[in-house]
């Protein structure tokens, strides 16, 4: 039963992150938060699939990745292996659920009201680092900076192929920390049969590539934001009620 449930976690979110970049650690963490997981094992599922999606991104699109690369690695990484260290060692002291649906809600609103956010693009330009390290440390301790990073990368660029490029570059270079940090913290507690479900994430997005050029440039960013904040206010309804 719970393979099955994987299985279909992993499809519907591997679908969604080949399209648009993010997705399967978005909606797969607070998926398998609901139905009892706890935090280490998430990683331990979502993380294979969601490198191996990143990594055929950044190989298989002919753009280039921005200039801010550098800037990336400098400022993001070194917060976000801090935080993973952090949270995964205090992991029973977390409400992962409370914060995941604050960070859902908030990050989806800023997205649906993009247009206002894009009149402050010299302000957030200007700004990049502390954005970085924002995102670093959201990262580490909800596994939720892909949503900022697409909001990051959206209003930096215009071409939803530039956008999709940078942002699985970012989930690449995350997702690598971090499993490294896991593998090195719960090696001996990880169930690595999950590790497979990697393959299942190659065919997947062979299989979204042409559904991707037929999107608008529009329906890539609405669509995210209003699955992040049903799933955010839901996840937060979950919590009040329980």
Sequence with gaps: MDYFVIF?????????????????????????LLIGYEYHEILNILLPASITISFLQVIKSKENINKSKKVFIYYCLPILILFTFIVLINKNLINFKLIISIILIFSSL???????????????????????????????????????????????????????????Y??????????????????????????????????????????????????????ISIISLIYGVYIFQNILIN
């Design 8 to 32: 279909f976690i992993l499809t519907i979110f591997s679908f969604i992150q080949s399209i648009f970049g993010v997705g399967l650690l978005l909606f797969g963490t607070p998926s398998l």
């Design 170 to 223: 970012g989930y690449l270079m995350m997702g690598l920390i971090q499993y490294i940090i896991l593998l090195s913290i719960y090696y001996h507690e990880l169930n690595f049969n999950y590790f497979y479900f990697f393959i299942l994430s190659i065919l997947i997005f062979y299989i979204s590539e042409n559904i991707f050029l037929k999107i608008s440039e529009k329906k890539f960013s609405k669509f």
């Design 110 to 168: 800023c997205a649906l009201n993009q247009n206002k956010i894009k009149n402050l693009k010299h302000i957030i330009l200007k700004n990049n680092k502390i954005m970085l390290i924002t995102i670093g440390f959201i990262h580490g301790v909800s596994n939720m900076g892909g949503s900022f990073l697409s909001i990051f990368s959206t209003i930096t660029n215009e071409n939803k192929h530039v956008s999709r490029k940078n942002i699985a």
